[in-house]
T-cell receptor
Framework: DAGVIQSPRHEVTEMGQEVTLRCKPISGHNSLFWYRQTMMRGLELLIYFNNNVPIDDSGMPEDRFSAKMPNASFSTLKIQPSEPRDSAVYFC???????????????FGPGTRLTVT | QQQVKQSPQSLIVQKGGISIINCAYE??????FPWYQQFPGKGPALLIA?????SEKKEGRFTISFNKSAKQFSLHIMDSQPGDSATYFCAASIDSGGYQKVTFGIGTKLQVIP
């Protein structure tokens, strides 16, 4: 099992540029989450997909952020235009359809460290 | 609004000692309390979890103590080892329209020194 795969692992871009982060969830998992991690705010949920449909996007900071899940094995998080305050580590996580507590565990990818200069 | 408050933010423990991390929550609707462990350059990974109807759960050297009336829970790491050095996140989750919406604490960076 390859686990959750994210790319790129590191991204450095200039303010105003478009940034696209990619995620491949664990095969068979039907829930996908995007998180942002910063020193000041910790881990924050940005958006949650279930069966490829966005269910909860209340954590998306503003219209510059958008996320898509065109199929069960791929999701993107796009920031356009990027700003220095977007610098953070972005994690993708997925969870399955196990019974009871088995469905609660989220498996995190290695993260993408984004630096906007 | 910080729904899950975690302390301390950093902790240094001698090898063989006990590491204790504390968390408090406000929302009594939370129904699942996991702890995640994160090593540098990696994503968080589930370490141990507890439901609010249980006061204690132990897995190896890791124990969660849960006080429902005080709305507090803590992680105890017995016989702490240098390999336990990592950031630990407490969390609380609630069923939110068919999925478990997880709120994380700010994290505790643990360093176990030989």
């Amino acid at each position: 099992d390859a686990g959750v795969i994210q790319s790129p692992r590191h991204e450095v871009t200039e303010m105003g540029q478009e940034v696209t982060l990619r995620c491949k969830p664990i095969s068979g998992h039907n829930s996908l989450f995007w998180y942002r991690q910063t020193m000041m705010r910790g881990l924050e949920l940005l958006i949650y997909f279930n069966n490829n449909v966005p269910i909860d996007d209340s954590g998306m900071p503003e219209d510059r952020f958008s996320a898509k899940m065109p199929n069960a094995s791929f999701s993107t998080l796009k920031i356009q235009p990027s700003e220095p305050r977007d610098s953070a580590v972005y994690f993708c996580a997925s969870s399955g359809q196990g019974k009871g507590l088995l469905s609660y565990e989220q498996y995190f990818g290695p993260g993408t460290r984004l630096t906007v200069t | 609004q910080q729904q899950v408050k975690q302390s301390p933010q950093s902790l240094i423990v001698q090898k063989g000692g006990i590491s204790i991390i504390n968390c408090a929550y406000e929302n009594t609707a939370f129904d699942y309390f996991p702890w995640y462990q994160q090593f540098p350059g990696k994503g968080p990974a589930l370490l141990i979890a507890i439901r609010p109807d249980v006061s204690e759960k132990k897995e190896g050297r890791f124990t969660i103590s849960f006080n429902k009336s005080a709305k507090q829970f803590s992680l105890h790491i017995m016989d702490s080892q240098p390999g336990d050095s990592a950031t630990y996140f407490c969390a609380a989750s609630i069923d939110s329209g068919g999925y478990q919406k997880v709120t994380f604490g700010i994290g505790t960076k643990l360093q176990v020194i030989p």
